[in-house]
């Protein structure tokens, strides 16, 4: 009895430093994480916006795959939106911006967060991997599978098929979302 | 005090963590797509390794056998943690580059391995370096296998971005010339099968003189 208590205290006192690293550690580099990921939202927003108007962002619920919507606008007549998007990939969540005409074609998409795997899944960080995408939702159907694309566009998602399902999903879900709004802003 | 080189030597060749011990082959053949993961992820190992190593062997008289795995496990946890946490801070694109690696360092065989087998037996001093050295191994062994990975694969190496340079070195004809399956996993395990083979045949000789 004696000897467990005695090994438990061992336990706590060494969790207890590595708690006390661990909370430093983080309120070191917190601020910085928080504002790297504001600039980086910022960032994905003006670039996915085709050079409109960004408006006020709201909190959509009761969506699968759409969290946010932010209005896009010209002159002040409607141009489209932007949506706050996320999807399970192959590491956990994923979470990115992309932006639709009112009538929901998909304009441009970024990847904001994920944990897919290097040289795999994470290729859908580069700008060509969304091209795949873009003009897709409306007339075109958003490819969702290896078999809508072409094969050199295969070849290239080649080894990381649930990342990509997982994106196209996601883009198809704003899409249905953007046309369920009516086009009317 | 006299330092025992030999501890600091034998990770980089004689027991060199991938090619000979065949330790943390998981995230070896995950990260060597590119040669910047790879120096990532052998600076992320070595922070581990050398703090885990220097607590391990400082505690080793303080921690009962009985929980010295769960110990040495919050200690790792931790440590991984911390260099996660600085590295997301400070070198995001590392950080992004390493993606799920960098918290599987826990789980590497490397840390552990060296913390049961070396640290929690021999002096301090002696444990940074053999942490030391298992890094510097493991870094070459790791970054060898990028490099040829991305050269056949890519034909690029992509190191990091620097003032005008973008970090990507195009080498022409591989460039042009891409032997796909080299970046994906099965290229990677017939090139560790090949690189395996090609060390333990350089060990043999060595023994044979």
């Known amino acids: 009895m004696t000897k467990n208590i005695r090994y438990a205290l061992i336990l706590l006192a060494i969790c207890g430093v590595a708690v006390f690293f661990l909370a430093l550690t983080n309120s070191i580099t917190a601020p910085v994480i928080e504002e790297m990921d504001h600039q980086n939202r910022l960032k994905a927003l003006e670039a996915v916006s085709g050079g409109f108007e960004i408006g006020e962002q709201e909190v959509v619920d009761g969506q699968p795959y759409v969290t946010y919507r932010i209005d896009l606008s010209e002159g002040g007549n409607a141009a489209g939106w932007i949506l706050g998007l996320k999807s399970a990939g192959y590491g956990g969540e994923m979470t990115l911006v992309a932006s639709y005409t009112p009538d929901g074609v998909m304009q441009y998409a970024q990847l904001l967060g994920h944990s897919e795997t290097p040289g795999l899944g994470k290729k859908a960080e580069e700008s060509w991997y969304m091209e795949k995408f873009k003009n897709t939702g409306g007339q075109q159907p958003v490819p969702t599978s290896k078999a809508m694309l072409s094969a050199d566009d295969a070849q290239a998602i080649s080894g990381s098929s649930v990342t990509f399902t997982a994106i196209a999903r996601a883009i198809a879900g704003g899409s249905d979302y953007v046309k369920s709004l009516g086009g009317a802003q | ?75 790792i946890a931790s440590l991984v943690t911390i260099t996660e946490m600085v590295m997301h801070a400070f070198v995001p694109a590392v950080y992004s580059a390493l993606g799920v690696y960098l918290p599987l360092i826990v789980v590497n065989c490397i840390i552990l391995g060296r913390a049961e087998a070396f640290a929690a037996r021999n002096t301090v001093i002696d444990s940074i370096l053999d942490a030391i050295g298992m890094s510097i191994g493991f870094a070459l062994g790791l970054t060898l296998i990028a490099v040829i990975r991305e050269l056949l694969g890519n034909g690029t190496i992509t190191l990091f971005a620097m003032g005008g340079f973008d970090g990507v070195i195009r080498v022409p004809w591989f460039y042009n010339n891409p032997m796909r399956v080299m970046s994906l996993a099965p290229g990677a395990l017939l090139l560790m099968g090949y690189l395996k083979a090609f060390f333990d045949w350089k060990g043999a000789r060595k023994k044979e003189a």
């Open chain 2, 1 to 75: 005090m006299k330092l025992n080189w030999n501890e600091l030597t034998k990770g980089i060749f004689k027991e060199n963590p991938v090619f000979i011990i065949v330790l943390g082959l998981c995230p070896v053949l995950g990260v060597s797509t590119q040669v910047s993961n790879a120096i990532g992820m052998s600076a992320g190992v070595l922070f581990v390794l050398l703090f885990s190593n220097l607590l391990i062997s400082a505690l080793r008289n303080f921690i009962p056998a009985s929980i010295h795995i769960p110990a040495y496990i919050v200690i």
